[in-house]
């Protein structure tokens, strides 16, 4: 086991980072990720202009206020807030702030950038409570009918941003086993790397690293007694990347992304 401070950026290549599945698939589902959850909307957002997906569900329950990834970002890459106008600097600052909830700040977000009203569909029917991954699906799979659109739909794409993608898949895996019919949903990775961070830079950023990046791994290592995997066996299991994948890629629709 390492500590979550002796990761290196390889092992987050080989064991965080998931490679995205080039299909389409009729929903989507985007969970709430504190100050960042207006940038995994907009990028959402794109995906659904491009037909990635035809439904998108947005999930978060607690507040989006969140400045540490704020200071990380402004520090490593000023230029995502200061493109645009005055206005626009303001609005991506104040999205790290919101008092909103996750799932009905995203659905804005979404609305703004072109996506229908009728496309989203939103946790509790508007009103989100749930406050972690595994209680964002459970509170989803409550929904009977939505669950029972999922598994006659046979898919889902899980997107989100490249540091947390893994862990949103294993919390739908390791739930949709307690669904009738639910083992033989495919789950479908669909990774964005937000605030202009690539590849080959985000490593250069001590505070995303340590703060952000690292801490993900820890909370999916199968080699750490503490990870979620062990303490919550009930809500995340390690997610079968490879079966869901050539499962897609045999029964789904391929598209370019």
């Known amino acids: ?11 987050i290549a ?10 389409r698939t009729k929903f989507g589902v985007v969970h709430g990720l504190g100050g960042a959850s207006a940038e995994a909307a907009r990028l959402a957002a794109g995906a659904k202009k491009r037909r990635e997906v035809d439904k998108i569900i947005v999930t978060g329950g607690v507040t989006a206020f969140d400045p540490l990834p704020l200071y990380g970002i402004m520090k490593f890459n000023r230029k995502y807030f200061t493109q645009g106008s005055l206005a626009d600097t303001f609005g991506r600052v104040a999205e790290f702030l919101s008092p909103h909830r996750e799932a009905l700040l995203m659905a804005d ?32 799979l409550e929904d009977k009918g939505l669950q029972a659109d999922l598994v006659g739909e046979g898919a889902l794409k899980v997107l989100g941003l490249v540091y947390n993608t893994r862990r949103m898949c294993c919390t ?34 001590d505070l995303i690293k340590n ?20 303490t919550r066996p009930n809500d995340v299991m390690p997610f079968d990347e490879d079966t869901h994948r050539q499962r897609a890629l045999r029964e789904l629709e391929h598209i370019n992304l």
């Not at 086991?1 to 002796?6: A, F, I, P």
């Not at 072109?114 to 509170?139: K, Q």
Request: net charge negative; glycine share 8%.
């Open 1 to 11: 086991m390492l500590h979550k401070n002796k990761y290196t950026p390889e092992i």
């Open 14 to 23: 080989e064991k965080l980072f998931i490679d995205d599945v080039p299909v």
């Open 109 to 140: 977000v979404m609305m703004s950038e072109g996506v229908e009203a009728r496309d989203i569909i939103v946790e509790g029917g508007g009103y989100p409570t749930s406050t972690h991954a595994g209680e964002n699906v459970d509170r989803l």
């Open 172 to 205: 739908w895996q390791r739930k949709f086993q307690d669904v009738e019919d639910g083992e033989n949903m495919i789950i479908v990775p669909r990774s964005f790397y937000p605030f202009g961070f690539t590849s080959d830079n985000w490593p250069k950023s």
């Open 211 to 230: 703060c952000i990046v690292y801490p993900e791994m820890w909370k999916i290592d199968p080699g750490n007694p503490e990870s979620l995997i062990n």
